[in-house]
């Protein structure tokens, strides 16, 4: 069972539908939490490695015919996998609830819940 969860990739995802343009909205959130952009063709990529003892936090929005796939995960690194005793697997979604990287995925949410409320969307619980 463990195993299983190691290896399991999971990534918290929405779709919606653009109301304005995305990239000056998610440049000016990534730099008022510290994220860093990277943007390719319609695929906006930010990144935030959270510290010492907290995981990297992924973001990424891609715009096609003005519907937009949101995905936001953690990274989960060496540290933050051993912290969870081996049980987190190697990316973890940002909702709420019982499992491994509690602390972590709170932290996320408090970063990304930001983002999503200025694209008129409903935050991760």
């Known amino acids: 069972m463990a195993e299983a969860l190691k290896t399991k990739k999971t990534r918290t995802s929405r779709s919606f539908q653009a109301q304005q343009p995305l990239l000056p909205i998610v440049k000016a959130w990534a730099k008022e939490a ?3 952009i990277r943007v390719d063709g319609k695929q906006i990529y930010c990144e935030k490695g959270m510290g010492l003892m907290t995981a990297p936090i992924v973001v990424t929005l891609e715009e096609t015919a003005g519907e937009v796939k ?15 005793l081996f ?5 973890m979604q940002l909702e709420s609830g019982d499992g491994p ?4 995925r709170k932290f996320g949410r408090d970063k990304v819940n930001p983002l999503l409320v200025k694209l008129g969307q409903p935050v991760i619980e």
């Open 70 to 84: 949101f995905e936001v995960y953690l990274k989960v690194d060496m540290l933050s996998l051993l912290s969870s």
């Open 101 to 104: 990287l509690y602390l972590e």
């Open 34 to 36: 510290g994220f860093t």
């Open 87 to 91: 049980m987190a697997p190697e990316e």
